[in-house]
């Protein structure tokens, strides 16, 4: 075993600052003590220097008018972990509960039951609500119970659910927040009004 020392025996390029991070400890700022967060990478950025310019040939005129090979680099956003870092941050414990800026649909129509009446109307009501420029994902599976066509919704993590069933004989549906669980009775005649002002996609009723 042997030690080295410091310009006795090497002289270093060059020197850095480096620490190992501990929950609570001083912020550099002097801001307060330093809470230790998870995060995900969404973004790449590779310096790839002049290595696959040069053996591309690839060249440019500077400002002088000299030719001179490019610097490369590499910049992106991972679409993927995006979408993935989204979904890791925005669900519970039944499913995910999606923004609604990058949810696969606006309204996730569930109709239940047995009635053909209640299909009938339903996708009625998915017809008005796409004319009207919602995206609509209709659940019209037939000998399926509600229960579980309700948990796959729950699942699935459309921003706005909503089911036509039962309130139907009174004239209503059902309408979920997906993310608050908050649930409104809508009067089947003005549920494309509501569900447009829902979605932010006011439309003139004529």
């Not at 550099?28 to 591309?56: C, M, N, T, W």
């Not at 690839?58 to 910049?75: A, F, H, I, P, Q």
């Not at 039962?166 to 009067?187: H, I, P």
Request: aromatic share 4%.
């Amino acid at each position: 075993m042997f030690e080295l020392t410091c310009g006795r025996d090497f002289t270093p390029d060059g020197t850095m600052e480096a620490a190992d991070i501990r929950d609570g400890d001083p912020a550099p700022d002097g801001s307060g003590p330093l809470s230790l967060q998870r995060g995900v990478e969404i973004g790449h950025i590779f310096q790839l220097g002049r290595k696959y310019a040069e053996a591309l040939g690839l060249s440019v005129l500077d400002e002088n008018g000299k030719r001179v090979t490019v610097t490369m680099g590499s910049y992106g956003i991972g679409v993927s972990r995006a979408v993935a870092a989204i979904a890791e941050s925005s669900h519970d414990g039944a499913g995910l509960c999606w923004p609604r800026e990058i949810a696969p649909a606006d309204i996730h129509l569930v109709a239940t039951g047995k009635d053909d009446a209640v299909f009938a109307a339903a996708a009625s009501l998915a017809a008005d609500l796409v004319s009207a420029g919602m995206r609509v994902l209709f659940d019209d599976r037939r000998r399926i119970s509600p229960g579980v066509k309700l948990n796959d919704a729950e699942l699935i993590g459309v921003p706005t659910i909503v089911v036509v069933g039962r309130g139907l004989a009174t004239g209503t549906v059902e309408v979920t927040d997906r993310a608050s669980g908050a649930r409104t009775d809508v009067e089947l005649t003005g549920a494309v009004e509501h569900l447009s002002a829902v979605c932010g996609r006011p439309v003139a009723i004529l």
